[in-house]
């Protein structure tokens, strides 16, 4: 979510994105994450998110801090894959069941 912080911000970040992403990450077929049990936990999580961050309202560096994430190591991890710098804090938007990368969460792993 992080890497694409201004699209959580401004509600274009979708849940498919989210599920996409993990399935991605995770290498299992985006099928799988369709199951209840998964689907709870990927929807709890993105709720956490959402109620930390204001639906995207807090900046990027509020909300990473908010949730425990390690900006730095998340951006260089994202350069290293290619990603390159992740997009600069945004403080506009609206609640949403926005997407979440695997970092942070709390102190729990999505």
């Known amino acids: 979510m992080f890497e694409h912080y201004a699209d959580f911000a401004t ?63 998340l951006d260089a991890a994202a350069a290293d894959a290619g990603g390159g710098a992740a997009s600069p804090s945004s403080t506009s938007g609206s609640s949403s069941h926005a997407a979440a990368s695997g970092e942070g969460v709390g102190e729990q792993d999505v």
Do not use: W
């Open 11 to 73: 509600s274009t970040l979708t849940f498919r994105d989210l599920k996409m992403h993990l399935a991605n990450a995770m290498q299992v077929p985006y099928e799988e994450l369709a199951s209840d049990e998964l689907s709870e936990v990927i929807e709890d999580a993105v709720d956490v998110i959402a109620n930390q961050c204001d639906g995207g309202k807090m900046g990027r560096e509020a909300c990473a801090e908010a949730l425990h994430v390690d900006l730095a190591k």
